[in-house]
């Protein structure tokens, strides 16, 4: 168990719908960090928070956002879904965003839209 | 260029035997960290070992050691002692950028390499 929690684990939805993915950072961790994984693409970093303030984005969709709230937990909300955002979504945490700190990864959101 | 280079799709190993997964990367930052991560049939994506740039020594944990080449810019992941449970894909990913640096410490990952283990 990395202590980064995920949820939901599992979610099928239609094109078009909106979801949003659910992420507890292990304790203690203040940087937050969303990936994609499909088959086509590989792992992919999507955007990255420190402390509640966003600090890098990466291959991240416009119909996509996301937030960190006060507490440390994220959300990553995913809107007008197509066929190809299906895919897994990892939400990854560290105490800081430096080289020596270890990134711990959560069990995934496996995301399929229909 | 892609910064990180598996060159291994798949990997066969005997159980008991040993097996080294190959990484190789590109930067030109002075600060980097490595780490290898390992992924079941199951999706989760578990930490297995870390090396930072400036480490001098081998990092090691438990059966798994990274073979740490700085001047060819390599990162071997070596198992000892395969088990069946070692069955997974296996990704190498670095993370560039000290303290303060602009990266924020993202990971970027190479495209992994499958490893089964016969019994």
């Known amino acids: 168990d990395s202590g980064v929690t995920q949820t939901p684990k599992h979610l099928i939805t239609a094109t078009g719908q909106r979801v949003t993915l659910r992420c507890s950072p292990r304790s203690g961790d203040l940087s937050v960090y969303w990936y994609q994984q499909s088959l086509d693409q590989g792992l992919q970093f999507l955007i990255q928070y420190y402390n509640g303030e966003e600090r890098a984005k990466g291959n991240i969709l416009e119909r996509f956002s996301a937030q960190q709230f006060p507490d440390l937990h994220s959300e990553l909300n995913l809107s007008s879904l197509e066929l190809g955002d299906s895919a897994l979504y990892f939400c990854?945490?560290?105490?800081?965003?430096?080289?020596?700190?270890?990134?711990?990864f959560g069990e995934g959101s496996w995301l399929t839209v229909v | 260029a892609q910064k990180i280079t598996q060159t291994q799709p798949g990997m066969f190993v005997q159980e008991k035997e040993a097996v080294t997964l190959d990484c190789t990367y590109d930067t030109s930052d002075p600060s980097y960290g490595l780490f290898w991560y390992k992924q079941p049939s199951s999706g989760e994506m578990i930490f297995l070992i870390y090396?930072?740039?400036?480490?001098?020594q081998n990092a090691t944990e438990g059966r798994y050691s990274l073979n740490f080449q700085k001047a060819r810019k390599s990162a071997n992941l070596v198992i000892s002692a395969s088990q069946l449970g070692d069955s997974a894909m296996y990704f190498c990913?670095?993370?560039?950028?000290?303290?303060?640096?602009?990266?924020?410490?993202?990971?970027?990952f190479g495209q992994g390499t499958i490893l089964t283990v016969h019994p």
């Open positions: 090396q930072g740039s400036y480490d001098q």
């Open positions: 990913a670095m993370r560039e950028g000290g303290a303060g640096g602009t990266s924020y410490g993202k990971l970027t």
């Open positions: 990854a945490s560290s105490v800081a965003p430096h080289s020596g700190n270890t990134i711990y």
